[in-house]
């Protein structure tokens, strides 16, 4: 008996004393304003509370943060704000993108921008038609057609519906088309790939498909499998110049892919604070209905971290981790470094041959334009008019190692220590936008001028 009375009395002390400390606040309703499209399961899924709630009065700005950013970084919104009013009332307002893009586009297919800046020819330019509906149906689902021609081609159709179940957690994507191209790299020499180019035939051209199943637990958590193949038929020529490209000239394989993602940046197209990791295991043609098969099974992870370490400095570090695991024994399975945001700075001009390889990139930042929101007055919509726009100059510290890989011979980078440092400035707008100048120089002296639209950590 006594046991239990003074257990009481320890609850109660308890209660009292986060009374006395901090009101609460209880959630009688959401209240949601702006979404013209947008469903308000969409919206009320990215709430970090929901109806009935009790919150402390103290974590209410935070909590509205995080609501706001959680918003803004499903891409459907320019601008979000959340309120807590004093009758229990949420009152979330949103700013509604443009989701439907019918568009003629321009691409440069080069393993970087900076590679094709060097001569700047449009022969390895890829244009066409695309439409894409970011949104469609107002439930956050992605629906996509693509007529795509020049130096690739890819005709195709791809859909995803992030939510299919209740409570949210679910979603199922697919994807079906052909691609084909008149040249394609067969070998790297001195860390520059080798092209053949065939005006008359294509190089290479095949159809693939694919299925994929997600399940996003909680708020920021993502797991996603996906099941692909693919059947591509390669030019002869191509085994002429090098006879270990691929297993067969017509290659039937299915690929297995995981990954998982859990992503607490404030915005993800340019985090200041947070932090991110994600991890890969992929098996790469797992079976092979060709007369030979080459599996691909690696392991890749990035993880990053931000901080504010005070006023308008920010810091930022991350590191992306690759491991082959099996096969590579071909050119078209190989691993390299050198292509995607896989390379260190100073290095963008070199693809460099590597069974594992890990890179570790640092950010120190200074805030010099905070974000400053310019309305464009001729102008009517608010998907458009309002502009927002911040400045960033950085320095910079890259490294990376590798382990040498199958086409290593003549490439003396593989299996070497990369270093380079250098300077930056970013300028961060709408749409996700991010334009970044950076000055760089190498373990060797090597200086450069380089251009990315991407967040350098």
């Keep these: 008996m006594n046991i239990r009375f003074f257990f009481l009395i320890f609850l109660i002390s308890v209660v009292f004393s986060v009374s006395a400390a901090d009101s609460l606040y209880f959630i009688k309703h959401i209240s949601i304003a702006g979404n013209g499209v947008t469903k308000e399961s969409v919206i009320l899924r990215e709430m970090p509370f929901g109806i009935g709630d009790t919150v402390l009065m103290s974590d209410t700005a935070e909590l509205a943060l995080r609501a706001e950013q959680n918003l803004v970084n499903t891409s459907l919104f320019h601008f979000a704000s959340v309120v807590f009013s004093d009758s229990g009332n949420v009152c979330v307002g949103v700013t509604e993108r ?6 003629p586009f321009l691409n440069i297919e080069e393993r970087n921008f900076n590679v094709w800046l060097r ?11 695309y439409v894409y509906h970011e949104n469609f149906r107002g ?19 791809s859909y995803s519906k992030p ?3 209740k409570n949210q957690n679910w979603g199922i994507s697919a994807a079906l088309g052909f691609e084909a191209s008149h040249s394609l790299s067969y070998l790297v020499l001195n860390h520059e790939p080798k092209t053949l180019k065939l005006p008359d035939e294509y190089v290479y051209s095949g159809l693939f498909t ?23 038929r390669y030019a002869d020529s191509l085994f002429q110049l090098n006879p270990d490209f691929a297993p067969a000239e017509l290659w039937r394989r299915l690929t297995l892919n995981y990954q998982y993602r859990y992503d607490f940046r404030d915005v993800k197209n340019y985090p200041l604070k947070g932090w991110y990791v994600d991890a890969e295991l992929n098996l790469g043609n797992i079976a092979g209905f060709s007369e030979k098969n080459d599996k691909k099974f690696y392991l890749k992870s990035t993880s990053r971290k931000y901080f504010n370490l005070a006023g308008p400095v920010y ?34 001009y070199r693809v460099i041959p590597v069974k594992h390889f890990f890179i570790q990139r640092n950010n120190l930042k200074y805030n010099i334009l905070q974000q400053r929101i310019f309305k464009i007055l001729f102008v009517r919509t608010s998907k458009f008019n309002r502009v927002p726009v911040s400045v960033f100059v950085n320095a910079f510290f890259d490294q990376g190692w590798s382990d040498r890989g199958l086409f290593s011979g003549a490439n003396n980078l593989s299996g070497d220590y990369l270093a380079a440092f250098g300077l930056g400035i970013d300028l961060v707008t709408y749409y996700d936008k991010v334009f970044r100048v950076e000055f760089t120089m190498n373990r060797f002296r090597e200086k450069g001028i380089f251009l990315h639209f991407t967040a350098p950590v």
């Design 139 to 157: 439930r956050k689902e992605y629906l996509k057609l693509l007529f795509k021609t020049g130096y690739n081609q890819i005709y195709g159709v």
């Design 210 to 232: 694919s299925v994929a199943t997600t399940r996003r637990a909680g708020m920021y958590q993502l797991h996603k499998i996906s099941l692909l193949y693919e059947s591509t």
């Design 98 to 103: 443009w989701y439907i893009w019918p568009m």
């Design 315 to 348: 810091f930022a570090t991350g590191a992306t981790m690759y491991v082959s695991l099996a096969g590579g024994n071909n050119f078209a399975t190989a691993g390299f470094m050198g292509y995607g945001n896989d390379f260190v700075r100073g290095y963008q």
């Design 119 to 129: 001569d700047m020819s449009f022969e390895k330019a890829t244009y066409g038609l």
């Design 163 to 165: 939510y299919i179940d």
